[in-house]
């Protein structure tokens, strides 16, 4: 008798973000002789994703979408996509694939089903009605069997706190992991002590990534010291009420020290060119940008808030600041702005502990591990 193939699934709301942050998961599962299939809403990189030999299955719904009618027709096709495809595991990350795939697989009574938190979101930032809600969904939804990451301990105790999840079907696993050779300081060409000193902050432009700080830091910076320069790189997110507007970012062309840049899916050349890399956010599951700067050797400043404070230990890698406060956040670019001997102190820092925490293989086999708990890999 043919022994059949073992299957996961992975859902997610992006494709983008699968192909960028959880590529190699799914190669290492395919590489191990199992089925993978990526679903997420249809964009570019579903393409690339199936160039890469994988399964691709388009689950068309609105991220931040409130509707409950839409939110049960997401419910349905997974009820449905589940109950055909018959996976061993499922894998789901953010809210509504962590809900309502959780629930789905459920009802298919799919063997395996692994959920990860990346970070509280716009829900709990703003309290209220909405976070009431969706803690009830996420209490629903763990109720049962279900192996829960978390990429720092605050959002992991929240969840125990509230109980929204039981201790046991916790798990800590900081980061999804890059790959420190691809990130490395010898990836780019690196000035060792560029006329300029350039601060970077990289991501989705939202305002609770810290970028209105960011930029009343930067005038009081140059104010200071002219021979200082900033990069802002990434593109508003219009699927989260929180995005900044392309007329706010617009209008930062009128400063000249600013440089605003849209997103690229390799950010390698931006920060070889940086001296220091920064993000003022409010909160975060675990930054990949913070991460990636770390790999190349980059100083970081950023918030004394959950998720940060797992990528920089204050005055080794990096300086940690209060979150929405713009006079210590100018404060400490200024301290690294005018000492070179520490930015390539923490940079080194930075690098030995992307390496030694990081590095993808790492959380590659943290990861399998939870899945051997679900099934025989």
Not at 55 to 67: I, S, T
Not at 155 to 169: A, G, M, S, T, Y
Not at 172 to 182: K, P, V, W
Request: proline share 6%; aromatic share 12%.
């Amino acid at each position: 008798m043919v022994k059949e193939q073992k299957k996961i699934i992975f859902v997610y709301n992006s494709a983008r973000y699968l192909y960028n942050f959880r590529l190699s998961l799914m190669q290492s599962m395919k590489k191990k002789g199992w089925q993978v299939i990526a679903v997420s809403p249809y964009d570019k990189y579903a393409q690339k994703i199936t160039y890469k030999g994988l399964r691709f299955w388009e689950l068309p719904f609105k991220r931040k979408g409130q509707n409950p009618i839409e939110d049960l027709g997401l419910l349905f096709r997974l009820v449905q996509f589940y109950a055909h495809e018959k996976p061993t595991i499922v894998h789901h990350f953010t809210v509504k694939p962590v809900i309502y795939g959780t629930l789905a697989a459920r009802y298919s009574k799919v063997p395996g089903i692994v959920n990860l938190v990346p970070g509280l979101g716009y829900a709990f930032s703003r309290g209220g009605y909405l976070q009431h809600i969706v803690e009830k969904m996420y209490r629903l939804a763990f109720s049962t069997r279900t192996h829960v990451i978390f990429q720092n301990p605050d959002d992991l105790n929240h969840f125990i706190r509230r109980k929204l999840v039981r201790p046991e079907q916790t798990h800590l696993i900081c980061g999804s992991g890059i790959d420190t050779e691809f990130y490395s300081p010898d990836s780019f060409p690196q000035e060792k002590d560029p006329p300029q000193v350039t601060f970077t902050l990289a991501g989705r432009m939202i305002w609770d990534k810290g970028i209105a700080e960011f930029v009343e830091a930067a005038k009081i910076v140059h104010a200071e010291n002219k021979e200082t320069q900033f990069f802002l790189i990434g593109d508003p997110d219009y699927g989260n009420p929180n995005s900044v507007s392309e007329i706010w970012l617009e209008n930062l062309q009128y400063m000249d020290f600013i440089k605003r840049i849209g997103h690229k899916d390799d950010i390698r050349p931006f920060l070889a060119q940086s001296s220091v890399a920064v993000l003022p956010s409010y909160r975060e599951g675990a930054p990949r940008f913070l991460i990636e700067a770390a790999s190349m050797g980059k100083p970081i400043i950023t918030t004394d808030v959950p998720g940060c404070r797992e990528i920089v230990t204050h005055g080794r890698n990096g300086l940690l600041v209060p979150k929405k406060n713009v006079a210590s956040l100018a404060q400490a670019m200024l301290v690294l702005a005018d000492d070179p001997v520490k930015r390539r102190q923490m940079g080194a820092a930075g690098r030995e502990r992307a390496l030694n925490v990081f590095n993808e293989h790492l959380v590659i086999r943290k990861t399998q591990e939870i899945y051997a708990k679900c099934a025989d890999i």
